[in-house]
């Protein structure tokens, strides 16, 4: 019996100093594979600091930046309110002249019902004003106003309320060449 666990022993202490070879061989190899492995990892922290440079970051030009990129920009803080003009603000709108300073104006009446087609006939009482403000090389504004009326279908009973014959996209805009006659 006491061969067999020499045996026994002689073939552990062999295969322990194999494994003992390999352990260190394992060590090794781990200890280059670390090395390698952050060696790389600092590689492509320096590329990835390179692709994130632009004109904002760098000495690089304008013109370098990337079309397809938007710069980065903090999201707004959200303030619960809606966008635009919050109730009870003061409200900001050109305050309309007097009709003696007019130059001209127009009473402009929409001609059929917007619903059944029909002819409409009448006044409103209180049209609504749009002033355009044609400012010429002199002084003097020219200034024309549009009465937009509103009338009542006598058939249906639908308001049709008139728009203006040239539509401006803004009220000040530039003189035509028309005479400045009242």
């Known amino acids: 019996m006491a061969c067999t666990h020499a045996k026994d022993i002689a073939r552990l202490e062999r295969k322990l100093g194999v494994l003992s070879e390999e ?3 394992l060590r ?12 790389q990892q600092d590689r492509i922290r320096d590329l990835e600091a390179k692709l994130d440079l632009n004109s904002q970051n760098s000495s690089l030009p304008p013109s370098s930046d990337l079309p397809w990129t938007a710069p980065k920009r903090e999201p707004k803080k959200r303030t619960g309110r809606k966008p635009g003009g919050q109730p009870g603000h003061d409200p900001h ?5 007097p009709e003696d300073q007019l130059a001209e104006f127009y ?4 001609p ?3 619903k059944c087609g029909k002819k409409l006939r009448g006044d409103d009482p209180a049209p609504f004003r749009h002033q355009v403000f044609d400012v010429p090389p002199e002084s ?6 549009h009465r937009l009326h509103s009338l009542e279908c006598l058939c249906c009973g639908t308001v049709t309320k008139a728009t203006p ?3 401006h996209r803004s009220l000040a805009k530039p003189r035509s060449n028309k005479p400045q006659s009242r």
Not at 28 to 39: F, H, T, V, Y
Not at 93 to 97: D, W, Y
Not at 140 to 145: G, L, M, S
Request: charge should be positive.
């Open 28 to 39: 090794a190899e781990n200890k280059r594979l670390r090395r390698e492995s952050k060696k």
């Open 23 to 25: 352990l260190v061989q």
């Open 107 to 110: 009473d402009v009446r929409p």
């Open 93 to 97: 709108q050109r305050i309309l002249v």
């Open 140 to 145: 003097k504004p020219f200034i024309t106003e």
């Open 165 to 167: 014959h040239s539509p």
């Open 112 to 114: 059929n019902c917007i």
